[in-house]
C-alpha cells in the first residue's frame, strides 16, 4: 500500500531577492479538502521562518480568514503567489501572528532583518540539499 494522499501537496517558496528571505527554500504544505474548489486548501509553512504574519508553527495570518473568504476563482497558484508577496512588500505588523517578529520589525527593524536572514540561513538554505536528488 502507497503513502500517497491525493490531498496533500507540498510547493517550495523561494525567498525573493533583496529580502531577508533570499536564498532560502521553503517548503509550504497544502491541504486539499475533498471539496474543492467549493471549499478553501490550507497551507502551512514547514519550513521554519522569522516572520511577523507566520506563526512558530507555520500558520500563516493573512490566509487565516481564508475559508469564510473563499471563493473557486482563486486557485492554489494564487494563494502561493500571495504568500510569496507575504514574504516581500505585504508584511502587516499590525495584525501579527508572531508578536516577537512583529515588535521588533516595528520598533528594532535591524534587529528584525538579523534575525530573519539568520533563521533563513539556519532552516531554509539547508533545505537545498533535500530537493537535490
Same mark, same amino acid.
Given at each position: ?27 509550504? $504544505?497544502?491541504?486539499?479538502?475533498? $471539496?474543492? &474548489? ?12 522569522? @516572520?511577523?504574519?507566520?506563526?512558530? %508553527?507555520?500558520?500563516?495570518? &493573512? =490566509?487565516?480568514? =481564508? +475559508? ?17 508577496? #507575504?514574504?516581500? !512588500?505585504? #508584511? ?17 527593524? @535591524?534587529?528584525?532583518? %538579523?534575525?530573519? +536572514? %539568520?533563521? !533563513?540561513?539556519? @532552516?531554509? #538554505?539547508?533545505?537545498?540539499? +533535500?530537493?537535490?536528488?
Amino acid at each position: 500500500m502507497s503513502d500517497y494522499d491525493p490531498f496533500y501537496w507540498e510547493a517550495i517558496i523561494f525567498g525573493p531577492k533583496e529580502t531577508n528571505y533570499e536564498d532560502g527554500q521553503f517548503l509550504v $504544505a497544502i491541504h486539499i479538502p475533498p $471539496a474543492y &474548489p467549493l471549499k478553501s486548501p490550507q497551507f502551512t509553512f514547514k519550513t521554519k521562518i522569522y @516572520h511577523p504574519n507566520i506563526s512558530l %508553527e507555520g500558520e500563516i495570518c &493573512p =490566509l487565516n480568514n =481564508l +475559508r469564510s473568504t473563499w471563493y473557486p476563482l482563486l486557485t492554489i497558484e494564487k494563494i502561493l503567489l500571495n504568500i510569496y508577496l #507575504i514574504l516581500t !512588500t505585504d #508584511i502587516n505588523s499590525d495584525d501579527p501572528f508572531n508578536v516577537e517578529a512583529s515588535n521588533y520589525f516595528k520598533n528594532d527593524r @535591524h534587529k528584525f532583518d %538579523e534575525i530573519a +536572514r %539568520e533563521w !533563513t540561513r539556519k @532552516h531554509a #538554505i539547508q533545505q537545498e540539499m +533535500r530537493y537535490k536528488n
